[in-house]
């Protein structure tokens, strides 16, 4: 066989290898939407149609992004940032207590929305929270005073990642490493976190 034939049929090889790996998604490329093997603990699941992820590789396209479960992922519309108040003495009975509000569409505010409520020693306090007979206000309830951490998480207030009531998720390297529930950006999850696509 004359030498540039048998360059032809190495290069045509080669790219035909190219073309094989570029199909299949190649290593370290993104995952698709039907990813499977995703881990919970008892109790929890994904919304429907929802697409479970551990991180960004797991999402279907480059351009969406996985976020962990509970996770604010911004609003579809612009939030209501009007502020009503500053402070308490600028609110009156009934409603002398001046409240931010940090949920749902709000958390995108640069400053919060507020509003006159209710002390809590009369409208009571969500569940997971306490009321504070000083200022009015509710706050979560510390994992030491019997806010009860989720699994694969210990309670201790002290530490950086610790959350609103104290409790710090294990850290892990796969599903395994977990009581229950799924490795998500390296810590331990009751679900998967969920893709979501980028804002445009």
């Not at 006159?116 to 969500?126: E, F």
């Amino acid at each position: 066989m004359r030498p540039s034939a048998r360059r032809c049929r190495v290069h045509a090889a080669v790219l035909l290898a190219v073309v094989l790996v570029a199909s299949c998604g190649g290593s370290g490329g993104r995952g698709d939407s039907g990813v499977t093997g995703f881990s919970f603990c008892p109790g929890f699941a994904l919304p429907a149609g929802a697409v479970p992820c551990r991180g960004d590789a797991d999402c279907p396209t480059e351009a969406a992004f996985c976020i962990r479960p509970g996770e604010f992922a911004g609003c579809g519309a612009p939030p209501d940032c009007t502020r009503l108040c500053e402070s308490d003495p600028d609110c009156t009975s009934p409603t002398p207590v001046c409240l931010e509000d940090r949920t749902g569409c709000e958390q995108a505010c640069f400053m919060p929305p507020t509003a006159c409520v209710a002390s809590c020693t009369i409208s009571g306090c969500a569940t997971g929270e306490q009321c504070d007979d000083v200022s009015g206000r509710c706050s979560p309830t510390p994992c030491e005073l019997g806010w009860a951490c989720p699994p694969s998480a210990i309670c201790d207030s002290g530490f950086f990642t610790a959350d609103a009531h104290g409790c710090v998720r294990r850290t892990c390297m796969a599903d395994a490493d977990c009581d229950c529930g799924t490795c998500v950006f390296g810590a331990c999850w009751e679900l998967p976190g969920q893709c979501m696509p980028a804002a445009a």
